[in-house]
C-alpha cells in the first residue's frame, strides 16, 4: 500500500472552494475574463438605474459591443461566428447573468434561438442574408414561440401559415417574445397544411408589429415584445427548409436551456458573493454577523448549491461538446440549477436584511429575475415531466 500524500497546501479561495478553475483551459479562462470584464464595465454600473426604470437602453449599441467581442452565436461555426465550445459558452452565460439576466436573455435569444434556428434549419441563402449581421449585433432577432394562450404546449398554437400562389400569409401573435421590438428578423413558428414551420419574418414586413410589453416586475432590464402577424404576406423562400414539426423549435429551446443552467449560477454567484462579503462586514451584537453560527450554516449551504450547480453545467457543457447531451440532461440541469439559484439569493436577501431589498445591492434584483428564469424554456412542471418520463418510461404530459 502506498504511502498517503501530504495534504495540498493549496490555499482555500472562498469564491472558488472547489478549485474548479483547474478544469478549465486557458483558452476557457481567456473567454470567461473577456466576458466578465464587458459585463463589469457595460452593465454593472448602470443595470441598478436600467432596472428600476423598466428599460434597456442603447440596446443597438450593446448588442453591436457583445458582437465585437464574439459572443453572438458564440457557439455557432462559419457566417461571422465565434465556433467557441459549448463550455465557453456557458460560462459567457454565467459571467451575463451576474450582471442581469435580461442581459444574458438579449444574448441567449439572439444566439441560441433566433440564429441558432437560420443555422440549423435555414438554408445556404437564409444563412447568408442574416447570420453575419446577427453574429456582429449589427441585426437583432427573436424567436416566436409562445402565444398568449398557449404555452407549455406548443402544438397548441393557433398562429398560422397558408400558401396563397407562390406566398406565404401568416396571421397570428406570439407573447413574451425577448428582443421583439427592436428585431430586424423574427424567427416564427407557425401551423401550416404540412405541420409546424419556422419563418424567418423580416419585421418591416407589412401587417408586422410588435408592441413592446410594459409593467414587469421581473425581467425589467430586458425588451420584452407581443408579436402580432395580421396578413403578413412572405416569399416562399421564407421558410426554413431543414425541418417540419416540434423538434424544429424544441431543438432549438434545448440549446437555449443548456445556457441557463449555467446563466443561473451566474445570478447565484453574485448573490452569493454579495452576502458573503456582508457578513464579513455588517456588525451586530458587538462583531461581524458572518461570525454568527446561523449565518455561517447559510453560507456554507449557499456555497454547496452553488459550486454543486456549476460543476452540473461543466458537465453537461463537456458533454455537448462530446455530441453525447441529451435533451433529458439539459432538463436536468434547468431544473435543478434554476431552483436552487432563487433559494440561493432568497438566503442571501435575509443575509443582507433590509439592505437586501435595496437596489443597492443585486439580490432582490436576480431574485425577481430568477421567477422568470423559471418557467421561461420549460417550467419546473414540464421539466419534472420529461425527467419523469425519462426515469419510468411512462408518459404523464397527457
Not at 407573447?175 to 404540412?194: C, H, K, P
Not at 416569399?235 to 449555467?262: E, F, M, N, Q
Not at 446561523?294 to 452553488?306: S, V
Not at 440561493?344 to 425577481?368: D, F, K
Amino acid at each position: 500500500m502506498s504511502a498517503s500524500k501530504t495534504p495540498s497546501k493549496t490555499p482555500f479561495v472562498p469564491t472558488d472552494p472547489l478549485g474548479l478553475d483547474e478544469l478549465l483551459s486557458p483558452e476557457d479562462l481567456a473567454v470567461r475574463d473577456t466576458v466578465r470584464t464587458w459585463a463589469a464595465d457595460r452593465v454593472l454600473p448602470h443595470i441598478a438605474q436600467w432596472y428600476e426604470d423598466g428599460e434597456l437602453p442603447g440596446i443597438r449599441e450593446l448588442a453591436r459591443e457583445l458582437g465585437s467581442i464574439g459572443a453572438l452565436g458564440m457557439s455557432l461555426t462559419g457566417y461571422g461566428c465565434a465556433g467557441a465550445s459549448a463550455v465557453q459558452y456557458g460560462l459567457a452565460c454565467l459571467e451575463l447573468e451576474a450582471a442581469d439576466s435580461g442581459i444574458r436573455s438579449l444574448v441567449s435569444v439572439q444566439g441560441s434561438l433566433a440564429m441558432y434556428a437560420i443555422w440549423k434549419y435555414g438554408s445556404e441563402e437564409q444563412k447568408e442574408r442574416w447570420l453575419p449581421g446577427m453574429a456582429a449585433g449589427e441585426l437583432i432577432g427573436c424567436f416566436g414561440l409562445t402565444e398568449p394562450d398557449v404555452g407549455s404546449d406548443p402544438a397548441a398554437m393557433r398562429t398560422y401559415a397558408k400558401r396563397d400562389g407562390g406566398d406565404w400569409v401568416l396571421n397570428g401573435r406570439k407573447m413574451w417574445i425577448t428582443n421583439g421590438s427592436v428585431a430586424a428578423v423574427a424567427v416564427v413558428w407557425a401551423q401550416t397544411d404540412e405541420g409546424i414551420r419556422g419563418f424567418a419574418v423580416p419585421t418591416d414586413a407589412a401587417g408586422f408589429s410588435a408592441p413592446e410589453i410594459k409593467h414587469k416586475w421581473s425581467l425589467r432590464a430586458s425588451v420584452t415584445s407581443e408579436l402580432v402577424m395580421d396578413d403578413v404576406r412572405l416569399p416562399a423562400d421564407a421558410v426554413l427548409p431543414g425541418v417540419t414539426g416540434l423538434k424544429g423549435p424544441l431543438g432549438c429551446l434545448s440549446h437555449a436551456r443548456y445556457g441557463i443552467v449555467w446563466g443561473s449560477m451566474g445570478a447565484a454567484r453574485s448573490a452569493f458573493e454579495t452576502a458573503l462579503d456582508y457578513a464579513r462586514t455588517r456588525e451586530q451584537f458587538g462583531k461581524p454577523i458572518g461570525g454568527f453560527q446561523l449565518t455561517q450554516a447559510k453560507l456554507a449551504d449557499m456555497a454547496l448549491e452553488l459550486h454543486k450547480g456549476i460543476l452540473l453545467a461543466h458537465h453537461l457543457g463537456r458533454r455537448m461538446d462530446a455530441g453525447t447531451l441529451r435533451p433529458e440532461q439539459i432538463s436536468f440541469g434547468k431544473l435543478n440549477n434554476v431552483r436552487e439559484a432563487i433559494d440561493i439569493c432568497r438566503t442571501a436577501r435575509t443575509i443582507l436584511g433590509a439592505n437586501g431589498i435595496s437596489l443597492e445591492y443585486p439580490v432582490m434584483r436576480h431574485a425577481t429575475n430568477l421567477e422568470s428564469v423559471l418557467t421561461y424554456e420549460g417550467t419546473v412542471e414540464m421539466h419534472q415531466l420529461v425527467l419523469g418520463k425519462a426515469l419510468t418510461g411512462l408518459d404523464a404530459f397527457r
